[in-house]
């Protein structure tokens, strides 16, 4: 079946330093994929898209990237702050299937 | 600005009896969506509507009716209720059906089933 996966359940980094988040997908080409931002309590809030045919967008201190032939997106935060931390979501295509999200907690 | 608005915002409810969350949103989109949310499993679809009077299932729609008489209603209906339903509860709105378009979440229906 059509999946959304992110592996890491949680991801401890230092303040200022670039956070990493990876997406796989399996089993079917998404044509896009998108970031979310979760808070404890809230609901997601949208980020970023990005589309198979763009290999990197940037919004900010926001990065994502989109390989398909590793079937993966890349989602950066650079000079990090506390006050990024939040569990991201990565959506996927049709429907937006999602992955399990990955807790980001940034340590002054 | 509302966006997407849920009510309640927590309920407790006893196995068997049945209940109502209600979403609204005041942007005019054409697609609404309802997903539970469960530790370790992620956003789950459960039902989905393109536009009034059309609604499908998704991922995980046993237990769960839909309507959608209005575009800016989608009320999510529990038959009879089941300690597994036990979640959180998203109702979320976009222009489109698919992923090109950013999804609208509201802040989510905590609901205990006893």
């Known amino acids: 079946s059509q999946k959304i996966e992110q592996n890491s359940e949680a991801l401890n980094i230092q303040e200022g330093k670039t956070a990493t988040l990876t997406c796989n997908y399996t089993?079917?080409?998404?044509?896009?994929l998108q970031w979310y931002r979760q808070d404890p309590g809230r609901g997601p809030v949208f980020l970023l898209l990005i589309r198979e045919n763009e290999k990197e967008k940037r919004k900010e201190r926001l990065k994502v990237t989109f390989d398909t032939t590793l079937k993966q997106s890349l989602f950066h935060i650079t000079a990090s702050q506390p006050a990024d931390s939040a569990t991201y979501l990565c959506?996927?295509?049709?429907?937006?299937?999602f992955g399990t999200g990955t807790k980001l907690q940034v340590i002054p | 600005n509302a966006g997407v608005t849920q009510t309640p915002k927590f309920q407790v409810l006893k196995t068997g009896q049945s209940m109502t969350l209600q979403c609204a949103q005041d942007m005019n989109h054409e697609y609404m969506s309802w997903y539970r949310q469960d530790p370790g499993m992620g956003l789950r679809l459960i039902h989905y509507?393109?536009?009034?009077?059309?609604?499908d299932q998704g991922e995980v729609p046993n237990g769960y009716n839909v309507s959608r008489s209005t575009t800016e209603d989608f009320p999510l209906r529990l038959l009879s209720a089941a300690p597994s339903q036990t979640s959180v509860y998203f109702c979320a709105s976009s222009t489109g059906l698919n992923s090109n378009q950013p999804q609208h979440f509201g802040d989510g229906t905590r609901l205990s089933i006893l």
């Open positions: 089993n079917y080409s998404p044509a896009y």
């Open positions: 959506g996927g295509y049709q429907k937006v299937t």
């Open positions: 509507s393109v536009g009034a009077g059309i609604t």
